[in-house]
Every structure is written in C-alpha cells, then in structure tokens.
C-alpha cells in the first residue's frame, strides 16, 4: 500500500472541496472505496451523492427551495467527514506510522477508555499524596499520564462523559501542571493528524485557562488547527460561534497575534542556522587560539547584557568587524525570541528521555523524576538552587533545550561541567535582570515567554524527532493567516493585519508581505506609508509593472517626494523605458540638485538613449564631486571609447586596471587599442581576459555585442572574422 499516494488523493479531495467541486471530490472517493470497501462508508457515500444529484436537479428544474443554502453547506460538511472517516480507515489498516502503531495498539486491546484513565490517575495520585505525608519514598513512573497522552492524541471522537472529564481534569489545580501541559498538547497533535470537532471545541475551551502555561499552549495548539482547516470552518456552526466569542475580546485577540507572529518567525529559524554553521563558527574556530588570551570565553557569553562595553572585546574583534556584526545579530535575534538555539541542541536528542512523544513537549520543571540522576550529584556547580531556578525559569531555553542540557550534564567532564556552569552563572544572572525589566515594561511579556518556548519545543518534535517524517510538517506552511476566513473573522479591521505585514517586510519575506499590504491597501486606499510599501514588496519580486502602478499612486497622494520619485525612475529603468526614467530622474535633480546617486542615473539613462556626450557630462560631474569614487570611470572610459576620444578611454581604462579591473575591462582596452590601430596590443588584452574568464564563449558572445560599435568607430567588417580567428590561434599556443 502506497501512503503517499493516499495521502495525495486526500488533498485532491480537500482541494476540490475548498473550490466547491463536490462533483469531482465525490468521484475520487468512489474509486477509492472501490479499492478500500467500507460497508457504512459506501452507503454513506451513495445517500450522499443521491441527495447532491436531488439538490442539482430542483436547482435546474428552477425549484425555489429557502433551506437550499443549508443543504448545500451540510452536503460540504458530510463531505468532509466522509473523507475524513475514509482515510482514517485506510491508514489504520495500512499505515506503518508511529501515530496509527499507537492507534492500533490502543484499540486492538481490552484498553481502558479515557474516563477509566483519568479515574486511575487520581487514584494514583491520592496514593502518592498519602506517601508523601507519612514520610514514604514514592516514585511515579507517569505510565497512567502518558497512556491519557495517547489516548488524546489518537482518539477522534469523544464520548461527552469523557469531554466532561477531561474539561475537569484540566483546569484541577491539584493535578501537576506538567500532567495536563501535555494533555492539551495531545489535543493539538491529534487534531493536526486527523480533524476532530471535539477536540477544537475541547481547545477553545481552555483558550481563557487561569494558568499561563495551558493557556498559551491551547491557543497555540488552536491557532494551528484554525490554520490547517479553515476551509472547511465555515461547515461548522460550533466553530464559527467559538470564533465569534473571542471577538472584542482585546486582550485575547493581541495574544492570539503575539503567537501568530511567533509562528512565522520560525521561519526565521533555518537561516539563522545556516547563518552559524556556514558564517559565525567557522570565524570563531578561526580565532580560537587567541579566544581565551585576548578576550576569554567566560566573558563573550555575557558581555552584551553587561552596561559597559568590554575593551579587551573591541580590541580582539578589530581584526574581524563582520564576526562583530553578526554576534551583536544575532543577540538582537535572540532578544526578539528567534530561535538561535537549535544548532546547539538538536544532536541531543538521543537520550531515553526522548523516546516518548510526550516528553518532547513537557514543561521543564526540576522535580521531572527523569532529572534525578542529575541533580543528585552536588560534585559540581550544576548542584547549585540558584542556577537549577535560573535555568528552569529562563525564556531563553525552551522546555525541551532545558532537558537535552540537564540530562547531557553527567556525560561532561568534571572542568567542562564547571566552565559551563560558571559561564551559565553568570549569563542567567544578567538575562533574569532582562526579562524581569521586560516583564515589568511590556504587558503580555510572560505569555509570549511562555508561547515562544512551547512553539520550539514543538519546532523541535516536528524537525528532530526521530520519526518527524511520517508527520506533517507545520513549520513548512506558509504561515499566511492574513488569507484565512478564521483570522479576518477574529480581528475584524486592519490593525492586526497591518502588524502580520510589517513583520513579513521586515524579515524580507516580501511576496506574503505584499499579499497582506495589498489587502490593507484595499480598505485602506490613501495610506501613503502603505502603498510605498507595496511598491517596494513588487520592486524585490521584480514584477516591476506593479511597482511601478503603486509608487505612481503613492506620487498622487504626496506628489514629488524624492524617494518616490526616484523609485519611479527606477522602474521606468527596469522597464526599459529611459526616456520617462529621465523624466523623473530630472524632477529628483530639481529637489535635490547634488545628490550624486540622482545624477549617476541621469548619466546612465543618457547612457541607455545612446546619448553618450550628455552622459559624459554627468558621470564628470559625480567623479569631481566623488572623486573616491573609482567606479564612475568604467563609463566615462566607455562613453569617451563610443564617441572616439580613444585616448581620455583608454587613460580611464588603465586607472581601472591598475585599481579595481573587470575582466570586460580588458575586453574593452582591447577595442580601443584596435581603434587606435594597435592590433597587436589589442591582441594581448583579449588573450588575457579570455583566460580570466575561462570560458571563451562568454568573451566571443559579448564581442559580438559591441560588434556595432567596433565599426561605427572605424573598424572594418571584414577585419573582425581575421581578428578573432587570429585570437583563436594564439590560444591554442
């Protein structure tokens, strides 16, 4: 049995449902049941497709039918549920995957159900409570917690009693925190696997939870259920009233945007990776043999929280400003809560602690029996309360890092386990004084804290599990809410919107950032900030028409300002359109006369109008007023070499040379010293950017270019076929 191939026709199923092509959709679940008979799914199948049959021929006969609207909105819905139901059968009985394993495990026994579960938990825990009072070592193996935790994840539907239960069990503040985090964590990974309508109302249930942790978790588990099915939201009246509840609720609303925009700055975290691997560890293995002489390693950790700047720091990366830059980077990506960790801690993820799933989402907290080992050494400055507290209690380690750090502690030698401590000591110390200062100064603070360490514990199950292929991978979505039904229904305005598109401008994901602007751009017609914006986003896309129509709206609304005005120039440019570049160009000298960027583009649209004395004149203009600037002489060399001035060309060809040369500098000295009738000095310069080149078919292909040029300055047509075969000869020398 080929999964994939089932699961492609499970989205082209859910495809042609979100076009309203139930036709089509009814048709791939005919043949599939064909293969994959189910006796109540077929009957369901057929009642279906015989009441869309009915409801298309009343519509045709002109029938009027007022419920028409409903049935049809019901036929989707069934629709959904029938495919839904089907595919979670095939996979049952074909899936090798660890969520169907577990499934299958689960139900193939006698298990207990979940309400017999939950009543054996708290037996357990009243027993252990007992224990605890008399003074009797107890131990929990958390067997009964995780057996809930599979149950959960794999259970579709629920029965009301155990809905019931579970909504008791959660918000039991007698029952550790850490037991229930997880059960609402099996929630959102069971609903991401297979869609459950218990199980999203079950989630909307505790989005208002009194403790921060299963808040912030329900709603992130909600927000990517939201995401993942809101084609077929509309379907589902329970769903759209859950929905409607939170609007006007402000600080609900501002939390569920903190958590959407930290979901697309995971997008972040790839690059930030690569960007340590391939960029800033190679600079610093580099420099390590001055590392601990010059700057010592105790110190880089920590030194941007100190208040004053290290000198010895300064001094050391003098001979490395970029490696500077890129460190004080990623500080500030890291006190955004971008994920800066994962490279640290994904090759410790082998310990026993992370064979099951649960653990790769549980809360840290130091009293977790698997930490016992570790903390019962008092050898080492691990052993110490306050870096235990600090540790636990830092935003700046998700769960899942925090366990990787203290299970590897006993694996370290006796010095690294000190150095590291040390070096933690006194970093933990600073970060706490940060967060309690951002805590204090922003609202909302401790739940995105809370929000951002459970989206990269989740990060990491989805990228670093073992067996992270045989799931979805929400982290490869695209992450456009603005484009979902879900999301315009619960923020009804653009505020919202608005801070979803300027966080995609700024990270530079400029094709979702001018979706979100062109939406806001739609209500909101006379923003100028806004449709620059836009223009901006078409600009880096390079559908410079677009660009062009929006920094043309934007000159409307605020006319001849110098950034817009130019930015059309640019686009005419771009557009091949050198003449109305000018134009604009021209307005951008008048409101700025000396600016010597304006005044380089006036030069190349002359340029591009083969107006070349007219582009001499400006490109003379920006070498006196810049006379640092080495590249405004490649086209003066040109334009002097087009209108015959060969001797001022090739003077500005060999300053070029002697300082910043291209290899078409030496193609074009060549063209010059062959107007100038030195063929064999000519000669010369096209061997040598040929071999610069290495590829003697790039050089041929753009002789042929100036081909044009070559004989409106004198050289004769028949000459070119000798000089070039004559080329060839000498290279085979």
């Known amino acids: 049995m080929d999964i994939s191939n089932i699961k492609i026709q499970q989205d082209t199923i859910e495809s042609a449902l979100a076009q309203k092509r139930v036709k089509d959709a009814l048709s791939v679940l005919g043949a599939l049941m064909k293969t994959h008979p189910e006796g109540y799914l077929l009957d369901q199948h057929y009642n279906l497709e015989l009441t869309y049959k009915s409801m298309l021929r009343y519509t045709m006969e002109g029938v009027n039918d007022p419920e028409r609207s409903k049935v049809y909105d019901n036929i989707l819905r069934t629709c959904y549920t029938l495919s839904d139901q089907l595919f979670s059968s095939i996979n049952y009985t074909h899936s090798s995957g660890i969520f169907y394993e577990t499934k299958r495990n689960l139900f193939a026994k006698e298990s207990k159900d979940l309400k017999e579960l939950i009543h054996l938990l708290y037996g357990e825990l009243t027993q252990q409570k007992i224990a605890d009072q008399a ?93 993942k099915y809101d084609n077929r939201l509309k379907y589902f009246p329970e769903i759209s009233a859950r929905i409607k509840l939170i609007e006007g609720n402000e600080n609900l609303i501002n939390n569920f945007i903190t958590i959407i925009t930290q979901l697309i700055r995971t997008r972040e975290t790839e690059k930030i990776s690569k960007k340590l691997t391939d960029e800033i560890i190679p600079e610093v293995v580099k420099m390590q043999p001055n590392l601990r002489n010059k700057l010592g390693l105790e110190n880089m950790l920590g030194e941007k929280f100190n208040e004053g700047e290290n000198p010895e720091w300064e001094d050391f990366f003098k001979d490395s400003p970029e490696l500077m830059n890129k460190l004080e980077e990623l500080t500030e990506l890291q006190m955004e809560g971008a994920d800066v960790f994962l490279n640290t801690f994904k090759m410790l993820k082998h310990f026993s602690f992370f064979n099951g799933i649960s653990n790769w989402l549980i809360p840290f907290y130091l009293e977790n029996e698997e930490l016992k080992a570790t903390l019962k050494d008092d050898s080492n400055i691990f052993a110490s309360k306050a870096i235990q507290n600090s540790l636990a209690n830092s935003g700046f380690l998700c769960n899942s890092d925090k366990y990787s750090l203290f299970l590897s502690i006993p694996h370290m030698p006796s010095f690294q386990k000190d150095m590291m401590g040390n070096m933690l000591e006194q970093q933990l110390e600073q970060m706490d004084e940060i967060e309690k200062d951002e805590k204090l100064v922003k609202a909302g603070k401790e739940s995105s804290i809370i929000s951002n360490r459970y989206i990269q514990d989740l990060y990491r199950f989805y990228k670093l599990h073992p067996q992270h292929g045989q799931f979805e991978d929400v982290f490869s979505w695209r992450m456009d809410f603005y484009n979902k039904c879900f999301f315009k229904q619960l923020t009804d305005g653009i505020h919202e919107l608005r801070q979803i598109a300027e966080f995609f401008f700024k990270k530079e994901y400029y094709q979702e950032a001018s979706e979100a602007f062109y939406l806001i751009a739609q209500q909101s017609i006379d923003n100028i900030e806004v449709i620059q914006k836009l223009a901006y986003c078409y600009q880096q896309l390079e559908t410079y028409n677009e660009a062009l129509n929006n920094y043309l709206k934007a000159d409307i609304l605020k006319p001849e300002q110098l950034w817009t005005t130019k930015k059309i120039a640019l686009m005419y440019k771009l557009l091949k359109k050198p003449q109305k570049a000018l134009e604009y160009y021209r307005i951008a000298e008048r409101l700025k006369p000396e600016d010597l960027h304006t005044q380089a583009s006036i030069g190349n649209c002359h340029l591009d109008l083969k107006d070349y004395s007219q582009a001499l004149k400006y490109y003379f203009k920006v070498e006196y007023l810049d006379q640092k600037n080495t590249k405004i002489w490649r086209p003066i060399a040109w334009c002097s070499f087009v209108t015959g001035n060969y001797d001022q060309a090739e003077k500005y060809y060999q300053k070029l040379l002697a300082t910043n040369s291209r290899t078409y500098d030496l193609v074009n000295i060549g063209h010059v010293l062959w107007c100038k009738n030195n063929r064999k000095e000519a000669l010369k310069y096209y061997q040598k950017s040929i071999l610069q080149m290495k590829n003697k078919d790039v050089f041929f292909d753009t002789f042929k270019e100036d081909i044009p040029v070559l004989q409106k300055n004198g050289i004769a047509k028949e000459d070119i076929p000798m000089m070039l075969d004559q080329l060839k000869y000498l290279l085979e020398e």
């Open 135 to 227: 003074g009797l070592q107890s131990s929990s193996n958390n067997e009964t917690a995780i057996l809930i935790f599979n149950k959960l994840w794999v259970t579709e539907k629920l029965s009301n009693e155990e809905i019931d239960d579970l909504r008791q069990l959660i918000r039991d503040t007698s029952v550790h925190y850490s037991y229930r985090s997880i059960f609402i964590s099996a929630l959102t990974m069971g609903l991401l696997q297979e869609f459950s309508l218990d199980k999203t109302l079950l989630l909307f249930d505790f989005i208002d939870h009194p403790e921060n942790e299963l808040k912030q978790r329900a709603i992130t588990g909600l927000i990517l259920n939201l995401y």
